[in-house]
């Protein structure tokens, strides 16, 4: 209860924040084109808002989408008028053009800011080069205290990082509950890996994860968009890694729940998930792991054959659950190989 609380009151505070940047954001831009003396100030608190978007880099990419498109605008306005004269048919002329251009070059939601400046032509019946020149700061402003505004977001750094340590401590468990459940059928206790006890522990862990990947990922994206001076892809890159690794853990947790029995060689990998999981950690690049994984496949094709067909089905379902354990490693070795220097110096050191 308490958490939803919590995220009931961050989502209103969000929201009344967004709300006060665009009012403020209005009047601003309304009070310095009267400051101006420019002609058909609201206009430009209208841009204000239509130019709040959702990041840093989405508002500062639509502004200049906005520009190019206004300048193919006032071309465009400029020919339909000077042949057909300011009348209905031209403007008819000009929004054909206009829409047609704007879709075939991906400027669709600057269709209608643009078409609004414009009636400001058709209206007065004037395009001299001071009511372009007027037109034009009315999208400068309404455009600029946009991008202005927008770099006061928060970029949620210390929630991200919150989420990835969320994501780690419930891998954690949920290989530290599969080591337990190895060891634990080895020894003839009571938890079983097919049994229904198992089976909706487990679940209720993946739930867990894959919940919070879901939410770390979406914070990844603002943050990503959020960041002007440095390429923060980083973390988005980081949640992908961490659902594929989901996705491999799924499938080690099904190889173990297919086992009809559990021979003694499964004790070496349930210790190999107890080290995975005491080691599991955003800096670990899984090479050490990756050793002992070798070295147990190694293992395995040196010991003698089994003697029984459902030790013989065990033993393949441990060479396949190794297997997975190879690529859930190899998933993490190869995001760290990736990484550059100046990445590591960055994102591994706390600075973020």
């Not at 340590?165 to 009571?190: K, N, P, T, Y």
Request: with cysteine; hydrophobic share 45%.
């Amino acid at each position: 209860m308490a958490r939803w609380q919590k995220i009931i009151h961050h989502n209103i505070t969000s929201h009344l924040l967004r709300a006060a940047m665009a009012a403020a954001g209005c009047l601003l831009a309304i009070f310095l084109c009267n400051v101006l003396d420019l002609n058909n100030a609201s206009s430009a608190g209208i841009i204000t808002l239509l130019s709040l978007q959702s990041t840093k880099k989405e508002t500062l990419l639509t502004a200049l989408r906005r520009g190019w498109a206004f300048v193919m605008a006032v071309l465009i306005s400029l020919g339909c008028f000077s042949l057909l004269g300011y009348t209905l048919l031209a403007f008819g002329a000009y929004v054909l053009i206009f829409v047609l251009v704007c879709r075939l070059f991906a400027l669709e939601n600057a269709i209608a800011i643009c078409s609004v400046l414009v009636t400001h032509f058709w209206l007065t019946q004037n395009m001299s080069w001071g009511l372009i020149w007027n037109e034009a700061l009315l999208l400068f402003l309404g455009a600029g205290i946009g991008i202005l505004l927008n770099l006061f977001l928060p970029r949620k750094i210390g929630t991200i990082r919150k989420g990835q340590r969320q994501v780690e401590e419930q891998f954690r468990r949920i290989l530290s509950q599969m080591a337990e459940i190895i060891v634990d059928g080895i020894s003839g206790e009571e938890m079983y890996p097919g049994n229904s006890k198992f089976s909706a522990e487990i679940e209720k862990q993946f739930a867990v994860l894959e919940q919070t990947l879901l939410q770390v990922h979406k914070n990844a994206e603002a943050v990503e968009g959020n960041t002007l001076t440095v390429d923060a892809r980083y973390y988005s890159e980081y949640s992908e890694m961490r659902k594929n690794q989901a996705n491999v853990l799924r499938r080690m947790q099904e190889d173990i729940s297919r086992l009809d029995c559990i021979p003694e060689q499964a004790y070496p990998i349930a210790m190999l998930l107890r080290e995975t999981a005491a080691s599991f950690h955003e800096y670990n690049n899984s090479e050490l792991l990756l050793v002992r994984v070798h070295a147990l496949r190694e293992d395995f094709r040196e010991s003698s054959l089994p003697k029984e067909r459902v030790e013989f089905e065990a033993r393949a379902m441990l060479f396949t659950l190794l297997a997975d354990i190879e690529y859930f490693l190899t998933l993490k070795n190869d995001f760290s190989k990736h990484l550059t220097v100046e990445q590591k110096k960055l994102f591994w050191s706390g600075e973020q």
